[in-house]
Nanobody, 122 residues
Framework: QVQLVESGGGLVQAGGSLRLSCAAS????????MAWFRQAPGKEREFVAT????????YYADSVKGRFTISRDNAKNTVYLQMNSLKPEDTAVYYC???????????????WGQGTQVTVSS
């Protein structure tokens, strides 16, 4: 049993910042990949960023590269997504995911959080 709980979403103006947190429980994630995805209304779930807790490597979607930063605190079993210079097109429900594969694909992740809404006004 693995549980993921996101927090930190909200409403911000364009150009603003938010930091999302994802707290994991049930087992250690020290050797698992973690990722953030997002889904806007009428669109498929989209990869945002991923981090491998074992290798300490990261990868970002082109749309967020240079603006978003994924990080983690293994002692707290928590992964973060720092979002800067937010744009209206960043508006979506953001989901935390965990799995054994470092990947950009939804199907590679076995555990998901409930999602947190991020809304960016123009």
């Amino acid at each position: 049993q693995v549980q993921l709980v996101e927090s930190g979403g909200g409403l911000v103006q364009a150009g603003g910042s938010l930091r999302l947190s994802c707290a994991a429980s049930g087992r250690t994630f020290s050797s698992l990949a973690m990722a953030w995805f997002r889904q806007a209304p009428g669109k498929e779930r989209e990869f945002v960023a991923t981090i491998n807790w074992r290798d300490v490597s990261t990868y970002y979607a082109d749309s967020v590269k240079g603006r978003f930063t994924i990080s983690r605190d293994n002692a707290k079993n928590t992964v973060y997504l720092q979002m800067n210079s937010l744009k209206p097109e960043d508006t979506a429900v953001y989901y935390c995911a965990a799995g054994g594969t470092y990947s950009t694909f939804v199907s590679r992740y076995a555990w998901w959080g409930q999602g947190t809404q991020v809304t960016v006004s123009s």
